[in-house]
Every structure is written in C-alpha cells, then in structure tokens.
C-alpha cells in the first residue's frame, strides 16, 4: 500500500510510507530539503534507541516461538522437502538420536538472535 500523503509530525518533519519504509522530510520545498527512508529494522532500532533515552516506550521484541510448533513445522516442512533427510534427522543412522531438538533450538536462537 502506497501512502503519498505526507503528515506533518512538527518541527519542520514530515513523514510518508511507500508500505515498505517510512519516509522522513525535513524542510520540504525549500533548499535545504532533506529525506531519509527508514525501513522496519531501522525503525525498531531507533524506536529502542529513543526508549533508552527516555522517549516513549520500548520497541517490541521478537515474539517467542514455541518449541512444539517449531519442531512440527520443522519435520513437516524437511520432510515434504527431502525425505530422506527427515528420516535421517529424526533417527541418526549411528545413534538412532532424533536430531530435530538440537535443530528446534538451533532454530529458535537465530531466529530470536536475527529478531533483535
């Protein structure tokens, strides 16, 4: 969704969003005119930058994942993949293990890792 319509936010800012960044101008229409384009890890960082000097309220974190539907989405999705490899994971030919519990929490911290 595109927005072209710029609403000013005061001190001379504007901000607009094309549905995929927000849109900051400084000063519009006159020669000192300035923009910056703020995508959503950008936009969170500054949220909690201005959250730890006091302004507003903490960007939200990453949502916790569920270790059970991590793990069912996991087999469902290596297994309709590559079959084989799902029933290699989920019984190691050596040690008969079920390998996707170190891959659920492999998972669930990168994920949480690349989140923040």
Same mark, same amino acid.
């Given at each position: 969704?595109?927005?072209?319509?710029?609403?000013?936010?005061?001190? /001379?800012?504007?901000?607009?969003?094309? /549905?995929? +960044?927000?849109? !900051?101008?400084?000063? *519009?229409?006159? *020669?000192?005119? %300035?923009?910056?384009?703020?995508? /959503? *890890?950008?936009?969170?960082?500054? +949220? %909690?930058? &201005?959250?730890?000097?006091?302004?507003? =309220? @903490?960007? !939200? &974190?990453? @949502?916790? $994942?569920?270790?059970?539907?991590?793990? =069912?989405? $996991?087999?469902?999705?290596?297994?309709?993949?590559?079959?084989? $490899?799902h029933k290699n994971v989920e019984a190691?030919?050596?040690? /008969? +293990?079920?390998?996707? *519990?170190? $891959?659920?929490? =492999?998972?669930? %911290?990168?994920? +949480?890792?690349?989140?923040?």
């Open positions: 969704m595109t927005d072209t319509t710029s609403v000013y936010l005061g001190d /001379g800012l504007y901000a607009s969003t094309d /549905g995929y +960044q927000i849109s !900051l101008t400084a000063d *519009p229409n006159s *020669p000192i005119e %300035r923009t910056v384009y703020l995508e /959503g *890890p950008v936009y969170a960082a500054l +949220q %909690r930058y &201005a959250a730890s000097h006091g302004f507003g =309220a @903490p960007a !939200l &974190a990453a @949502p916790t $994942l569920d270790a059970g539907r991590v793990d =069912a989405a $996991l087999r469902a999705a290596i297994s309709g993949l590559d079959y084989d $490899l190691d030919e050596e040690t /008969g +293990q079920d390998g996707y *519990p170190a $891959l659920v929490a =492999a998972f669930i %911290r990168d994920y +949480q890792k690349g989140a923040s």
